[in-house]
Antibody, heavy 126, light 111 residues
Framework: EVQLVESGGGLVQPGGSLRLSCAASGFTFSNYWVTWVRQAPGTGLEWVANIKQDGSEKYYVDSVRGRFTISRDNAKNSLYLQMNSLRAEDTAVYYC???????????????????WGQGTTVTVSS | QSVLTQPPSVSAAPGQKVTISCSGSSSNIGNNYVSWYQQLPGTAPKLLIYENNKRPSGIPDRFSGSKSGTSATLGITGLQTGDEADYYCGTWDSSLSGRGVFGTGTKVTVL
């Protein structure tokens, strides 16, 4: 079964750090881009960051750039999100998802996120 | 703040049809595929439509997608109580350094 399972969430004080993990199974992890998406309480989905198959390309939403670092270990079939200098507004459920891209002629287009984990909750509060 | 705009809510009676719009710009919808996600209460999102109008296996043909210029639309026909959920459009935005983007989300209510 194709699956993503997040872990590492919890309660942390403002200014603190947390490392989220996402374990992949049931597919060849190293063949796919993967993404972190978050959802603050009562709000919509927010794309956070994604990373290319070999880790050579990473993209971040402006609000986390410089504070969060996305990484992966293909040997361990795992995705990570190192979160530093946490703020109250980072409180959310964090999901990992498998990204799909498709080559159309000379262009690479974004297909969407076809597999999602169940989410892990991060609460930033004193 | 989302760069893709959706109506906050739509509603209809069982068996009826609803459509959800998603408005963007040339740097996102205008130059990329649109995907749609369904989020049932208390659960993770699920891919509903990809590449503007394709359905993953297991998604009924009551769900359809289309795209024109910088806008996209999700249609749900034969509305069922189990369709009550939040729906989000998504794509890639190639402005600045590039990032993924979601719509503001639409709550579908079955009357």
């Amino acid at each position: 079964e194709v699956q993503l399972v997040e872990s590492g969430g919890g309660l942390v004080q403002p200014g603190g750090s947390l490392r989220l993990s996402c374990a992949a199974s049931g597919f060849t992890f190293s063949n796919y881009w993967v993404t972190w998406v978050r959802q603050a309480p009562g709000t919509g989905l927010e794309w956070v960051a994604n990373i290319k198959q070999d880790g050579s390309e990473k993209y971040y939403v402006d609000s986390v750039r410089g504070r969060f670092t996305i990484s992966r270990d293909n040997a361990k079939n795992s995705l990570y999100l190192q979160m530093n200098s946490l703020r109250a507004e980072d409180t959310a459920v964090y999901y990992c998802a498998r990204d799909r891209w498709v080559v159309v002629g000379a262009t690479t287009l974004y297909y969407g996120m076809d597999v999602w984990g169940q989410g892990t909750t991060v609460t930033v509060s004193s | 703040q989302s760069v893709l705009t959706q109506p906050p809510s739509v509603s209809a009676a069982p068996g009826q049809k609803v459509t959800i719009s998603c408005s963007g710009s040339s740097s996102n919808i205008g130059n990329n595929y649109v995907s749609w996600y369904q989020q049932l209460p208390g659960t993770a999102p699920k891919l509903l439509i990809y590449e503007n109008n394709k359905r993953p296996s297991g998604i009924p043909d009551r769900f359809s997608g289309s795209k024109s210029g910088t806008s996209a639309t999700l249609g749900i026909t034969g509305l069922q109580t189990g369709d009550e959920a939040d729906y989000y459009c998504g794509t890639w935005d190639s402005s600045l350094s590039g990032r993924g983007v979601f719509g503001t989300g639409t709550k579908v209510t079955v009357l």
